[in-house]
């Protein structure tokens, strides 16, 4: 079992800047790959990005690009995601996962409870 819980969502004007942690417990941390995902009010979850174990590669959904950087840190057992220029509509609450890749897809195993984040305009 692996336990996450997120942290750092808070009301941002638009344009501003946020930091979301994700601290995971259990097991061993750096077997997984790390993702954020968000839910808007009356939407799907969608993908966000996704680090993988040793933190060599990310990818990003074409929405966040840009503005958005996951990371890690494996000693502290913690994934970050740092969001620049945000948006109206990157109001959303937020959530990372942990989950064990292959060539072709990331299978989710464990999920945190989420943080808001909310974007004035």
């Known amino acids: 079992q692996v336990q996450l819980v997120e942290s750092g969502g808070r009301l941002v004007q638009a344009g501003g800047s946020v930091r979301l942690s994700c601290t995971a417990s259990?097991?061993?941390?750096?077997?997984?790959?790390m993702g954020w995902f968000r839910q808007a009010p009356g939407k799907e979850r969608e993908f966000v990005a996704v680090i993988n174990w040793i933190g060599s590669r990310t990818t990003y959904a074409d929405s966040v690009k840009g503005r958005f950087t996951i990371s890690r840190d494996n000693a502290k057992n913690t994934v970050y995601l740092q969001m620049n220029s945000l948006k109206a509509e990157d109001t959303a609450v937020y959530y990372c996962?942990?989950?064990?890749?292959?060539?072709?897809?990331?299978?989710?195993?464990?999920w945190g409870q989420g943080t808001q984040v909310t974007v004035s305009s």
């Open positions: 996962a942990a989950g064990r890749s292959n060539a072709q897809t990331t299978t989710w195993s464990y």
């Open positions: 259990g097991r061993t941390f750096s077997n997984y790959a």
